[in-house]
């Protein structure tokens, strides 16, 4: 069908006016004709300039020989080059990104004559992409770093922990007191920490931290509360004067932090040759004591929770006794393994329910009683994890004793 007068007149104002560059080539590549925004795409004011020309007069040989395939395919296919990214280079030496498509031109009977071509420069839009894949490069290197880093911080923090325990007696092929733990961080590093001085042969003195939150803040905490802790050794015999020192130390750094921190901690004593504990309570959740087949709070209900440490200078942190039988064992856990849940305390523990936990793996010992309590606390709750670190420390007095 013939163009009408009104087709081209349609078709004249619309290669005016489009502002994405479009030409058409003869079977040599060479241009028939351009639009003004093709014009002003190849460097001429003028849209005739460029009839009888081609791409190598206007672009490096590179791009032209790249462009003259493209079109050669596209006659020889009979099929259209849709949107390609291209990058041309002008002599001058600007670079510019172009999304190209590529049509067969025919003529009346249906021959393929030449080729017709439409450009959109895209170059914000690339160089946006670029530095968007640049950032995401960097950012996933950065990823891997911190990955790695986290890793080493990992591996520190399980040295930071106990790696055996020490015999009461010294040497004891069979000590007098057996000790067991479970440490879960809720990440790759956590903000529980536990240590067992020893304080005589039959003495011995047993802390366990929970820095408030979790992660690398909570972490960096609880390394520098490892030295702390090391440095309070000539005062563990007495646990009102190992907690009023630990948080004279950690209240001196911890007020200088421009976010509140605090931790709570429980000091405990065991004198096996008086069968004696001694504890002092800074905020933390009460051990349990079991004997037989009981489980109760560690001192019976004593009241023996004061303020976590850190948080003012000169707390007091009253010692309490009681007994220590052989058999006994004693749990030190953080709270973590009781508030599962911000946003719902019904999931929580209270002491009844952990009481009654307690009560069904006391028959068990070391690890596997740890690991049972841990199965049942997930079972009860229905959870498969702990949103919070856990850290859970048994010490029992050897009934073989």
């Known amino acids: 069908m013939p163009i009408s007068p009104f087709d081209n007149q349609m078709l004249t104002a619309l290669m005016a006016n489009i502002p994405d560059p479009v030409y058409f080539k003869d079977l040599e590549g060479r241009f028939l004709s351009v639009n003004p925004a093709c014009a002003r795409h190849l460097g001429i004011g003028d849209p005739t300039l460029s009839v009888g020309k081609t791409d190598f007069d206007f672009f490096l040989k590179e791009h032209a020989e790249e462009a003259h395939q493209d079109e050669q395919w596209v006659l020889t296919t009979g099929q259209p080059l849709v949107a390609k990214l291209e990058k041309e280079t002008l002599p001058c030496g600007n670079v510019k990104w172009v999304s190209t498509t590529k049509i067969p031109l025919k003529d009346a009977s249906g021959k393929i004559i030449g080729t017709c071509g439409i450009s959109r420069d895209v170059t914000d839009e690339h160089e946006k992409n670029e530095k968007l894949r640049e950032y995401a490069e960097q950012l996933a290197e950065k990823q891997n770093q911190i990955e790695e880093e986290l890793s080493f911080a990992t591996e520190i923090q399980r040295t930071l922990l106990p790696q055996e325990y020490p015999a009461f007696p010294p040497g004891a092929a069979d000590s007098e007191l057996l000790f067991a733990h479970r440490y879960i961080p809720s990440g790759q590093v956590g903000g529980d920490f536990f240590s067992i001085i020893p304080i005589g042969e039959h003495k011995a003195g047993i802390v366990l931290c929970d820095v408030m939150g979790h992660g690398v803040h909570a972490a960096l905490i609880t390394a520098m509360q490892r030295i702390i802790v090391d440095e309070m050794t000539p005062k563990a015999h007495s646990p009102t004067l190992f907690l009023e020192g630990l948080n004279r130390r950690l209240h001196e750094i911890l007020r200088r932090l421009p976010t509140p921190i605090f931790i709570t ?38 009241p023996a929770t004061t303020l976590p440490l850190g948080m003012i200078e000169d707390p007091v942190y009253p010692t309490k006794e009681t007994l220590f039988n052989p058999g006994d064992k004693l749990l030190l856990f953080t709270d973590g393994l009781c508030d599962l849940d911000a946003d719902d305390e019904v999931n929580n523990l209270d002491n009844d329910t952990l009481l009654a936990l307690v009560q069904k793996c006391s028959s068990l010992h070391g690890e596997e009683f740890l690991n049972a309590l841990i199965d049942s606390v997930k079972i009860h709750t229905k959870q498969k994890s702990f949103p919070d670190d856990i850290c859970l420390l048994s010490a029992e007095f050897n009934a073989q004793n």
């Open 265 to 302: 901690a429980i000091y405990a004593t065991l004198d096996t040759a008086n069968r004696q504990i001694r504890f002092a309570n800074a905020g933390h959740p009460q051990p349990l004591h079991m004997r037989g087949n009981t489980v109760e709070l560690l001192g019976n209900h004593i």
